[in-house]
């Protein structure tokens, strides 16, 4: 078949380790195309921040792919009616392209080109890019599969690519004209180059507390690896980071050794919490647990409580400092999402769709199957998991003891003591602000938590309950096993879900 090889690039925007792109230039000249679709962009899930983000990405990729000798070729629009215009005018040979574990929309996209490929009979050629394993029968073995894909060699980018007489076109500033403004004033910058830097310096450096200093925010915005937008974006692959972090291994001593184990082992999670979605995209949407549809939790896109809790005027300083500071840097380390999560879902009884949605649209690194997942961990709907509803003001003395991250982000209060900082409505200093310049708690914290407890340990009671968990357990959650790491020297690996069921660790690469 005559005409070029279309390499489609979609969440990952990197040359180096690009399988479809390695595989398409030795076949042929390559057409890279990346399509902005405004529909997709006009998701519930997507943000202004997102894009801004990938934009700076999309900028480098072009100038990296330009340097090989074709840019990056950029259309706005239906990526069918994109490809059938380049079918049209220059042929395509085949397709070649990374599979995507997204969202409804993005699975319903990739079906409908794959229809459209197969009627004009262009072959498509879809390759894996981390260890999700697509229509996977069975989670046994998952871990060593995963440690073989990740040994393997990366795929280096070609030597050179053959121009083809494509105008490249205009990144837009804005991937749908209705996109909301969405100013994100600390958020971190987008590009390969960022996303390898921040590698290096973590496995170099920063990370060496990451054992310790990733619960707390006062310090993970240090010490955690800040790569899971680029994780999200594909300007660093999975397995460079895989195998970096091995060789960083081979030669660290305790306790630097640890913190790089504790590393590895959320690479793995990273890709089994993206393995549930990838097996059961209802996920997104649907609770995981049938049981937990009895819940009945306050599900309007208005409810007052939930604009309270998404602007950060909750009236518990630490849960609002979170979610400020989350507002600003489109990330936050794992233990406070997970807080924010089960504070709204718990506390407040929202229902995890609707927190779900505000919170993908704030995270930068918004990860579809790590976050759906991890949104109906925390609120206690997947069936495997332990019900772990946090104090907030627990966490605060905690995570924050002398109130340094609550004065930065919650200035009301910041002349309130250090006793009463953590529950200023106990503070009779605090009598002129709050109510006023800073909300009261909009829930007893104590009484809202004994509720929940009461209403999760009905539903867990039900006799249909747990044959239903069991069920789930078979086909989503990890096996325990002391396997050959390939790549690494043998050890004893954690069962993701079982470390995970403590909380006390961050998100899959942050």
């Known amino acids: 078949m005559t005409g070029v090889q279309v390499v489609w690039f979609k969440r990952d925007l990197r040359v180096l380790d690009h399988g479809p792109l390695a595989d398409a230039a030795a076949a042929g000249p390559v057409l890279p195309l990346c399509v902005v679709e405004p529909d997709l962009w006009c998701e519930p899930d997507a943000s202004g921040r997102q894009w801004a983000f990938a934009r700076e990405c999309l900028t480098e990729l072009r100038a990296d792919l330009a340097a090989l000798g074709m840019p990056l070729v950029v259309r706005v629009g239906d990526v069918v009616e994109v490809l059938a215009w380049i079918r049209e005018r220059h042929g395509i040979a085949a397709l070649h392209a990374h599979q995507e574990t997204g969202n409804a929309w993005t699975y319903a996209r990739d079906r409908r080109v794959l229809a459209w490929a197969q009627q004009h009979g262009i072959p498509v050629h879809e390759t894996r890019q981390n260890g999700v394993i697509r ?54 910058p987008g590009g390969r180059r960022a996303g390898r830097a921040l590698l290096d310096s973590f496995l170099a450096e920063r990370g060496r507390e990451y054992r310790r200093e990733m619960s707390s925010p006062v310090t993970a915005f240090a010490s955690c690896s800040r790569l899971s937008p680029h994780f999200a974006w594909g300007t660093v692959s999975m397995r460079e980071a895989a195998q970096a972090t091995w060789a960083a291994l081979e030669t660290a001593k305790a306790p630097w050794r640890g913190a790089l ?134 966490q605060s003395r905690d995570q924050d003891p002398q109130g340094t991250f609550i004065r930065a982000w919650v200035p009301e209060i910041a002349a309130i003591p250090d006793a009463h900082l953590h529950t200023p409505w106990t503070a009779p200093e605090a009598r002129r602000v709050l109510g006023e310049a800073y909300p009261r708690p909009i829930v007893d914290h104590q009484q809202a938590a004994r509720d929940a407890r009461h209403r999760m340990g009905r539903m867990r009671a039900d006799p249909d309950a747990k044959a239903q968990a069991d069920a789930i357990q078979s086909k989503h959650g990890s096996r325990k096993s002391g396997m050959r790491q390939t790549g690494a020297r043998p050890r004893r690996r954690a069962s993701p879900d079982a470390a995970q069921g403590t909380l006390d660790l961050d998100t899959p690469g942050e």
């Open 135 to 188: 229509r996977l029968r069975t989670r046994d073995g998952w871990a060593r599969k995963w440690d073989r894909f990740m040994a393997n060699p990366m795929a280096l980018p070609p030597a050179r690519l053959t121009p083809v007489d494509a105008e490249p076109g205009l990144i837009p500033e804005t991937p749908a004209p209705d996109m909301a403004p969405d100013p994100c004033p600390q958020r971190q």
């Open 261 to 394: 184990r504790s590393f590895e082992a959320r690479l793995h999670w990273h890709c089994h919490f993206m393995q549930k979605l990838e097996d059961d995209p209802a996920i997104a949407w649907r609770n995981l647990h049938p049981a937990a549809d009895v819940l009945d939790r306050r599900d309007d896109p208005h409810d007052p409580h939930l604009r309270a809790w998404a602007v950060g005027r909750t009236g518990f300083p630490f849960v609002d400092a979170c979610m400020r500071a989350l507002l600003a840097h489109g990330w936050l380390n794992f233990r406070m999402r997970a807080m924010l999560q089960a504070f709204a879902c718990y506390h407040l009884w929202l229902h995890w769709r609707q927190t779900g949605l505000h919170l993908a649209r704030v995270f930068t690194d918004y990860e579809p199957g790590i976050h759906w997942s991890q949104s109906q961990m925390q609120a206690g709907t997947t069936g495997i998991n332990t019900t772990r509803i946090y104090n907030p003001v627990k």
